[in-house]
């Protein structure tokens, strides 16, 4: 098991989800409104141990994060990214329950935790969007 691996499965639960453009493994250099909404995943932490003769086994924490839409550009009111927000927090949670092994490709996922809807930057621009925080066991031979 690898970190690039875990990353490509949870990419592939995350694109089949309905509402999503892009669920890239490399990070783009920009991010374009017309790719939105977008998925991007950062490995966290990870606690390594033996799991038994000739097998490693690592929990790593995984951070996803959905951009859905810059917050207010073009917008007038209230803007409809925050109720984009919400559908997909929810289709977010039950995509990772319905597969907790996302695909058979890691052992299990263990921790399931979400921010909620919040502000997101990148390159000092704010996106509605959200995180989820992962915790996946790996285990390696």
Known sequence: MSISTTITALQAVHAAITGIKTAPTAFPSVLNTATLPIVLVWPSQGDWNLQAIDLDRCNRRYTVRCFIKPVAQGEAGIDDGYQECVTLLNAFGLAYLDDLSLGGTVDHVRL????????LRWADVAYWGFEYTLEVVEKTS
């Open 112 to 119: 399931i935790q979400d921010t909620g809807v919040s502000n």
